[in-house]
Nanobody, 122 residues
Framework: QVQLVESGGGLVQAGESLRLTCTAS????????MGWYRQAPGKERELVAY???????KYSDSVKGRFTISRDNFAHTMDLQMNDLKPEDTGVYYC????????????????RGQGTQVTVSL
């Protein structure tokens, strides 16, 4: 069974940090691409960052220099260290996994978790 479970969300003030974790089933955690997406109220889901099985990373411009994605291929986990959080980082953060980047955002081609809420207040 393919499963992705996010944890670590919460309510913080601007400037503080949070660390999110995605715990994947063996099958999901073995896929080439794992990434984090987020969705703010009334907005579309957007890519935050992804990391390939072999270590390549990509970040959205809005989080570069503040967020760091890491991945443990043996434990089938993926973390997102979020520093210097801003109110615009508020949203539900989702873990995605897919065999290649073109499918990562797909509702059919990617595996997705249920999400964890991150709220950043002023």
């Amino acid at each position: 069974q393919v499963q992705l479970v996010e944890s670590g969300g919460g309510l913080v003030q601007a400037g503080e940090s949070l660390r999110l974790t995605c715990t994947a089933s063996r099958r999901a955690g073995s896929l080439n691409i794992m990434g984090w997406y987020r969705q703010a109220p009334g907005k579309e889901r957007e890519l935050v960052a992804y990391k390939t099985y072999y270590g390549d990373t990509k970040y959205s411009d809005s989080v570069k220099g503040r967020f760091t994605i890491s991945r443990d291929n043996f434990a089938h986990t993926m973390d997102l260290q979020m520093n210097d959080l801003k109110p615009e980082d508020t949203g539900v953060y989702y873990c995605h996994a897919a065999p290649y980047t073109g499918l990562l955002a797909s509702s059919r081609g990617a595996y997705r978790g249920q999400g964890t809420q991150v709220t950043v207040s002023l």
